[in-house]
């Protein structure tokens, strides 16, 4: 059920546009840079400049360290009735950024670099909830689901949760680490997990159904 995954096994991946290099933490099994379900990575920006495109996936992008960041997406032709041009202003840790990664997305910083944590699911596949932890603080009773996440943004945290209904399980996340969740039991079975710490990211992956057979 509980997978930590060392800063040990991240790896280090250019850019698709050549400008830079993303610390990807993790990638959806059998996937790349061009071709996943789910990934998630660390980024510095350190000019103003464009993003990537990263048509069919949607973007989770989480201020970490920096000054601040503004964010303007304008919808490119291949984007069938999108709406008009939009902005994010990310000026505080963990402040949070969701856009069309097929937007055109131009990044101007407000002083200095930043560094960013990405998350990118392929559009109609998941259903994607997240949660942050700032400061010293506590999420309670976090709803799992197919596959899940909790970072370690800024100190070690304390995660505990059901592996079963009667079996609890604790986990000691180091700073730095990220927890990867996938529950052995029926998600019809209601599972969750605390987190106590400084601050964290928690991200809750639960898949789309296509086939009612599935269901």
């Known amino acids: 059920m509980f997978t930590i995954i060392p800063p040990q096994r991240f790896k280090q991946i250019p850019w698709k546009n050549g400008k830079g290099l993303t610390t990807e933490l993790a990638i959806s099994d059998g996937g790349d840079v061009n071709d996943f379900d789910w990934r998630l990575s660390i980024a510095g920006v350190t000019e103003d ?3 990537s495109n990263f048509t069919g ?3 989770y992008l989480f201020l970490l360290t920096g000054n601040g960041i503004k964010l303007t997406h304008q919808p ?3 984007i069938a009735n999108a709406e008009k041009v939009s902005s994010h202003k990310l000026i505080k840790p963990l402040d949070l950024a969701t856009f069309d990664g097929g937007f055109i997305t131009n ?3 407000t002083d200095g670099p930043i560094t960013d944590f990405n998350l990118m699911v392929k559009q109609g596949a998941f259903e994607v909830k997240t949660q942050v932890l700032t400061d010293d603080g506590l999420i309670e009773d976090f709803p799992l ?3 899940n ?3 370690a943004v800024n100190g070690d945290c304390q995660v505990s949760g059901l592996q079963q209904e009667t079996e609890a399980e604790k986990i000691l996340l180091q700073s730095g680490h990220l927890l990867k969740i996938e529950p052995k039991v029926s998600l019809s079975t209601k599972l969750s997990i605390d987190v106590d710490g400084k601050q964290a990211i928690v991200v809750a992956l639960k898949k789309v159904c296509t086939n ?3 269901e």
């Open 49 to 51: 400049g464009a993003f």
């Open 57 to 59: 996936i949607q973007r």
């Open 76 to 78: 490119s032709s291949e």
């Open 107 to 109: 990044a101007t910083l």
């Open 145 to 147: 689901a197919d596959v």
């Open 149 to 151: 996440f909790v970072y």
């Open 212 to 214: 009612p057979a599935e």
